[in-house]
């Protein structure tokens, strides 16, 4: 465990070594990383469980190395589904969240009129997809109000499910765009009270907050491993309830992994969650994720989940007092991700000079939140995403960095 014990915070909890974290991470001397949000830098640990991997398959063949690493390999699951208070069998790999999101969703056997219920804040790509389930399958789509202090009106929302009955009820824990944290257990409260399935996108939220799919209560849930899970790239992941298992659900493209044929008219999907998965697997990153998975367990996913949004807090009070920057973040409650306007300045030249600085940052535009940038009336912001190895002085130097830009952006206007 990579925590103090000689060292305990006000409430108890361990104080994380974040020098140790840092020199864990070999990116962290070379940048300072604010694109969590993007990616994680990768923790040395996952990053030498792929290079062993790549090695073993360059020296004795993929499917004899893939058949060495077995027990490892299913560590992903057993790992993932402790994390997420749920069993091994319940994991389903994906190549991406999107990726597992559609395969999911591929699974809704949905006719004409089915209401697909949702928010103005889920991301992008789910928006694209139920208004492809509009175009395809004639599914209404409905988006739950917001409440005054932003993210979604959780009891607007139940009255739309009493009211529609939805055949899905979807909802993204951390949009991609903003601080904000929507409540998605509260959401799924009232999903269970009136039985309707549930599928929540927590790409942004696991390896940043505890997740507990009971408490959630969703049906599904699909994430990435490469954010705040610290995970490689092109890894991702889907979480299946016994409920929707046993139910029968399955993907509209189920391929020899997730199903048997066992006549020539005849197929049955397996018992498990692998029904969503694909035969070919990348294994060195599913290898790198079990790793990122169990790094992220040792840090302590409490720990985590205080440290990295107080840096953001601490990064948003700054940059909150900086003449010439907006702070986009609305919501009751915020997470890492810390968004703003600024006066003065064209996006791609504004990044730039951040990017001058080794700071890491992602801009945000309009067509990436068409509700939350028509709300906030701006076409595009710079999103800044600290971790928990990030440090107090990192968020200072980045504040001050933006505060000098600022200044040079009113000085050309
Ligand atoms: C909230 C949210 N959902 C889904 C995704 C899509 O993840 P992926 O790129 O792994 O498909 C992202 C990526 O930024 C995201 O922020």
Same mark, same amino acid.
């Given at each position: 465990?990579?925590?103090?014990?000689?060292?305990?915070?006000?409430?108890?909890?361990? #104080?994380?070594?974040?020098?140790?974290?840092?020199?864990?991470?070999?990116?962290?001397?070379?940048?300072?990383?604010?694109?969590?949000?993007?990616?994680?830098?990768?923790?040395?640990?996952?990053?030498?469980?792929?290079?062993?991997?790549?090695? #073993?398959?360059?020296?004795?063949?993929?499917?004899?190395?893939?058949?060495?690493?077995?027990?490892?390999?299913?560590?992903?699951?057993?790992?993932?589904?402790?994390?997420?208070?749920?069993?091994?069998?319940?994991?389903?790999?994906?190549?991406?969240?999107?990726?597992?999101?559609?395969?999911?969703?591929?699974?809704?056997?949905?006719?004409?009129?089915?209401?697909?219920?949702?928010?103005?804040?889920?991301?992008?790509?789910?928006?694209?997809?139920?208004?492809?389930?509009?175009?395809?399958?004639?599914?209404?789509?409905?988006?739950?109000?917001?409440?005054?202090?932003?993210?979604?009106?959780?009891?607007?929302?139940?009255?739309?499910?009493?009211?529609?009955?939805?055949? #899905?009820?979807?909802?993204?824990?951390?949009?991609?765009?903003?601080?904000?944290?929507?409540?998605?257990?509260?959401?799924?409260?009232?999903?269970?009270?009136?039985?309707?399935?549930? #599928?929540?996108?927590?790409?942004?939220?696991?390896?940043?907050?505890?997740?507990?799919?009971?408490?959630?209560?969703?049906?599904?849930?699909?994430?990435?491993?490469?954010?705040?899970?610290?995970?490689?790239?092109?890894?991702?992941?889907?979480?299946?309830?016994?409920?929707?298992?046993?139910?029968?659900?399955?993907?509209?493209?189920?391929?020899?992994?997730?199903?048997?044929?066992?006549?020539?008219?005849?197929?049955?999907?397996?018992?498990?969650?692998?029904?969503?998965?694909?035969?070919?697997?990348?294994?060195?990153?599913?290898?790198?994720?079990?790793?990122?998975?169990?790094?992220?367990?040792?840090?302590?996913?409490?720990?985590?989940?205080?440290?990295?949004?107080?840096?953001?807090?601490?990064?948003?009070?700054?940059?909150?007092?900086?003449?010439?920057?907006?702070?986009?973040?609305?919501?009751?409650? =915020?997470?890492? =991700?810390?968004?703003?306007?600024?006066?003065?300045?064209?996006?791609?030249?504004?990044?730039?000079?951040?990017?001058?600085?080794?700071?890491?940052?992602?801009?945000?535009?309009?067509?990436?939140?068409?509700?939350?940038?028509?709300?906030?009336?701006?076409?595009?912001?710079?999103?800044?995403?600290?971790?928990?190895?990030?440090?107090?002085?990192?968020?200072?130097?980045?504040?001050?960095?933006?505060?000098?830009?600022?200044?040079?952006?009113?000085?050309?206007?």
């Amino acid at each position: 465990m990579r925590v103090h014990d000689s060292a305990p915070l006000d409430n108890a909890e361990p #104080l994380l070594d974040v020098a140790a974290l840092r020199a864990d991470t070999p990116g962290c001397a070379e940048v300072i990383h604010f694109n969590n949000a993007g990616c994680g830098l990768l923790p040395a640990p996952v990053l030498s469980a792929m290079q062993d991997h790549l090695n #073993l398959e360059a020296r004795i063949g993929g499917y004899e190395a893939s058949a060495a690493r077995a027990d490892e390999v299913r560590q992903f699951y057993v790992e993932l589904g402790a994390m997420l208070n749920t069993g091994p069998d319940n994991i389903a790999f994906a190549s991406s969240a999107t990726h597992a999101y559609a395969t999911a969703l591929s699974a809704i056997p949905f006719e004409p009129g089915d209401v697909v219920l949702t928010t103005r804040h889920d991301f992008i790509s789910n928006q694209i997809a139920f208004l492809s389930l509009r175009k395809r399958f004639g599914v209404r789509l409905v988006h739950a109000p917001d409440a005054p202090e932003g993210g979604v009106d959780v009891a607007a929302m139940a009255d739309l499910m009493r009211e529609h009955r939805p055949r #899905l009820v979807a909802a993204t824990h951390i949009p991609t765009n903003s601080g904000l944290v929507q409540p998605v257990a509260e959401i799924g409260r009232h999903c269970r009270e009136l039985d309707l399935l549930y #599928l929540v996108d927590a790409c942004q939220s696991v390896g940043q907050y505890p997740l507990d799919v009971d408490e959630i209560g969703c049906d599904l849930l699909t994430a990435t491993c490469r954010k705040f899970l610290r995970g490689p790239r092109g890894s991702g992941f889907l979480y299946v309830s016994d409920r929707v298992l046993r139910a029968g659900y399955e993907p509209l493209f189920i391929d020899m992994y997730g199903a048997r044929w066992n006549a020539p008219g005849h197929y049955e999907p397996v018992r498990t969650a692998a029904r969503f998965e694909d035969w070919e697997f990348p294994y060195a990153a599913v290898l790198g994720c079990a790793a990122a998975v169990r790094y992220a367990r040792n840090v302590g996913v409490e720990a985590i989940a205080r440290r990295t949004p107080a840096l953001a807090a601490r990064l948003r009070d700054q940059l909150a007092a900086v003449p010439g920057v907006r702070v986009l973040d609305q919501g009751a409650r =915020l997470g890492a =991700l810390v968004t703003f306007a600024i006066e003065g300045w064209q996006p791609e030249s504004f990044k730039a000079a951040v990017d001058e600085r080794r700071i890491n940052s992602a801009l945000s535009f309009r067509g990436l939140a068409q509700f939350d940038f028509g709300d906030k009336d701006v076409d595009w912001c710079l999103r800044l995403s600290p971790h928990y190895y990030n440090t107090e002085e990192e968020v200072d130097e980045v504040s001050a960095a933006v505060a000098d830009l600022a200044r040079l952006g009113s000085s050309a206007r």
